[in-house]
C-alpha cells in the first residue's frame, strides 16, 4: 500500500489517555513477555510524553492499528533504563529513544510500520530533534537500514535476556 492510501484508511496522531489499555495490549501481542512493556510502564510513558506516543488509528473501526513512542532526552546512546523510567523524559532532549514499533498482525505487510517511523521523523525534524535511537534484534536490522537507520553494532542493552542492536538515523 502506497503513503496515499495509507493516508486515506488510517489517522496518524497522539495517543488519547482513554486508549492506554488498547495500547498495553497491542504491546502484549506484538512482543514476547520478557520483551514487552508492562501496563504499568506503558500507563507512565503515555502520561509522561504523550506527543511521542504516534499511533495510526483505522478509521473505519476507530481502533488503533499500531504505534511508535519514544522519550526525547540529552543522552546519545540507549540503555535499558529508558524502558522502565518515564521520569528519563526530558521534553527538550535533543534525541529520542524509540521504545516501541508495534503494528497488530491483522495490519502487517501494507508498510503501515514504516509510514509510522517516517511520520515520526517528520514531525520530530519540526521539533529540532538531531537523531532517533532504537534497539532491534538482528532479524530486524535490514529492515531497520532500509528506513535510513544506521547500526551501531550490538547495544549495551540486555532488555528481555536478548541481545540487541542499537540503531540510529539523523531527523
Not at 489517522?11 to 501496563?39: G, L, M, T, Y
Request: include cysteine.
Amino acid at each position: 500500500m502506497d503513503h496515499n492510501n495509507l493516508r486515506e484508511k488510517f489517522e496518524f496522531r497522539n495517543i488519547h489517555a482513554d486508549e492506554v489499555k488498547q495500547a498495553a495490549a497491542i504491546e502484549q501481542i506484538c512482543f514476547p513477555p520478557n520483551e514487552a512493556c508492562s501496563e504499568k510502564s506503558m500507563t507512565e510513558r503515555i502520561a509522561r510524553a504523550p506527543e511521542l506516543f504516534l499511533v495510526a488509528v483505522d478509521k473505519e473501526t476507530g481502533r488503533i492499528a499500531g504505534f511508535l513512542n519514544g522519550l526525547s532526552t540529552n543522552e546519545n546512546a540507549f540503555r535499558d533504563e529508558f524502558f522502565t523510567d518515564a521520569g528519563l523524559h526530558d521534553s527538550d532532549g535533543k534525541n529520542v529513544m524509540l521504545l516501541g514499533l508495534d503494528v497488530l498482525p491483522e495490519y502487517r505487510g501494507q508498510g503501515l510500520a514504516r509510514e509510522l517511523v517516517s511520520e515520526y521523523l517528520r514531525r520530530e525534524r519540526k521539533n529540532n530533534r538531531q537523531k532517533l535511537f532504537l534497539t532491534c534484534l538482528q532479524p530486524k536490522v535490514e529492515t531497520y537500514k532500509k528506513m535510513g537507520f544506521l547500526d551501531a553494532g550490538i547495544a549495551n542493552s540486555s532488555w528481555g535476556g536478548e541481545e540487541w542492536h542499537e540503531m540510529s538515523i539523523f531527523v
